[in-house]
């Protein structure tokens, strides 16, 4: 798996967009980016993935910048109950990979 | 959407018993399925790769004479912390790929807390 670099932590206002960026320049061609959260004392949360076009569900938004050697995940509006660790993994989609966790970016929701 | 579990949340034993963590996909197969640990203020560290029935396959470190797994169906995989001792005491956390899943995303349990005393 390609590696990827997140700040360690971020503050955002509650109510504010929260953007959450990630570098992967390694990543190869076949490599989507995926990121998961962790709420303390929680397992990892899905939050989405995409490959090179900008992606949005009900939980958040991916943008990637078009050489795909960066990302950007967005929430919208944050609310106290996202704080928590966010993980950016690069990996290829197939049945048996594996997920490997950086130490990802510590978000703080602050009131 | 998929649901994991695992059986107990949180555990407390003595030095030198084996401890045995359940984990089971609820609504779904997996032929594959993950353990990790998680260390307080620390990432999660990926142990080993269990599959459906085979041998699994144990990451660089991790004795595996001593976190015995087995993954007898498509929806259990168990995780047995033998002669635990207080250095083993983590979170640990498991997870299944959906088999045949469009998105091949990763469903996680909601960890197990074992404290060895």
């Known amino acids: 798996d390609a590696k990827t670099t997140q700040p360690p932590s971020m503050d955002c206002a509650e109510g504010r967009a929260a953007n959450l960026p990630c570098n992967h320049s390694t990543i190869s061609g076949n490599e989507y980016v995926y990121w998961y959260r962790q709420i303390h004392s929680q397992g990892p949360q899905y939050i989405i993935h995409g490959l090179k076009n900008n992606e949005t569900n009900e939980m958040a938004s991916l943008i990637i910048t078009e050489d795909r050697k960066s990302s950007t995940l967005i929430l919208p509006h944050a609310t106290l109950r996202d704080t928590a660790v966010y993980y950016c993994?690069?990996?290829?989609?197939?049945?048996?990979?594996?997920?490997?966790f950086g130490p990802g970016t510590s978000l703080s929701v602050i009131p | 959407g998929a649901v994991v579990s695992q059986h107990p949340s949180w555990v407390i034993c003595k030095s030198g018993t084996s401890v045995k963590i359940e984990c089971r996909s609820l609504d779904f197969q997996a032929t594959t399925m993950f353990w990790y640990r998680q260390f307080p203020k620390q990432s999660l560290m990926l142990m080993a790769t269990s599959n459906e029935g085979s041998k699994a396959t144990y990451e660089q470190g991790v004795e595996k004479d001593k976190f015995l797994i087995n993954h007898a169906s498509l929806t259990l995989s168990t995780l047995t912390v033998t002669s635990a001792h207080p250095e083993d005491s983590s979170f640990y956390i498991c997870?299944?790929?959906?088999?045949?899943?469009?998105?091949?995303?990763?469903?996680f349990g909601p960890g197990t807390r074992l404290t060895v005393l």
């Open positions: 993994i690069v990996r290829v989609k197939t049945s048996y990979d594996k997920v490997i």
């Open positions: 997870s299944a790929n959906l088999a045949g899943g469009r998105t091949n995303e990763q469903f």
